[in-house]
């Protein structure tokens, strides 16, 4: 099993950055293929990025393509998202979601574990 723990999230006007974290603990926390999943008030929670353990292949949503970057350090057990120019249309909390398998879905339910959130919000 593994917990995870978001943060990096805050207040940040259109065209700036941040950088989310999503640190990952227990005893095989490095083996999880991992993705961040975002939800806008009255949104569905929807997919962003991910990234697969083993290897580091990835994968975006279009609405974010270009813009923003998934990485990964195995020795940390942690996953970042970096992002650039930030659109009003970026807020909304952020979840971090993990699977012990090699994967690189898009799906809520193809992942085991979430964590609390960050919330990131655009303003304009």
């Known amino acids: 099993q593994v917990q995870l723990v978001e943060s990096g999230g805050g207040l940040v006007q259109a065209g700036g950055s941040l950088r989310l974290s999503c640190a990952a603990s227990g005893r095989t926390a490095s083996r999880y293929s991992l993705a961040w999943f975002r939800q806008a008030p009255g949104k569905e929670r929807e997919f962003v990025a991910a990234i697969t353990w083993p290897g580091a292949l990835n994968y975006y949503a279009d609405s974010v393509k270009a813009r923003f970057t998934i990485s990964r350090d195995n020795a940390k057990n942690t996953v970042y998202l970096q992002m650039n120019s930030l659109k009003v249309e970026d807020t909304g909390v952020y979840y971090c979601?993990?699977?012990?398998?090699?994967?690189?879905?898009?799906?809520?339910?193809?992942?085991?574990?979430w964590g609390q959130g960050t919330q990131v919000t655009v303003s304009s």
């Open positions: 979601a993990a699977v012990q398998r090699f994967l690189l879905g898009t799906g809520k339910s193809e992942y085991d574990y």
